[in-house]
């Protein structure tokens, strides 16, 4: 499974960039060529959560995933990453995988 986005209402689709560092600073080591950003959807709830947005909090996106070629499962990989434009940039928030929620106020 990879994950993909669109910016245009579904014209053009393409992988998620990865970040280039993890929640500690440290680079993300992926020499793969296909290295992205796969995050978990809804297929898969019960066991991680999956990319949410509000519309009360524009740009702002949160999703559990991997750095790599495709979506991983096993606990060590997975970890939570936010992206503040859209889906267009992400940074790791922080290693394994939590359950999130975002406010207006």
Known sequence: ???????????????????QVDSLGKPIDCPSKACYLHLHGVTNFHSYAPFYSTETSVGL???TG????????????????ISRDG?????????????YEMGDH
């Open 1 to 19: 499974v990879k994950t993909v986005i669109s910016f245009d209402k579904g014209g053009v689709w393409s992988f998620l960039k990865p970040p």
């Open 61 to 63: 996106v949160m999703g």
């Open 66 to 81: 991997n750095v790599g070629e495709s979506l991983r499962f096993e606990e060590d990989e997975v970890h939570t990453y």
């Open 87 to 99: 889906g267009l940039s992400w940074v790791e928030a922080h290693k394994g995988a939590f359950v």
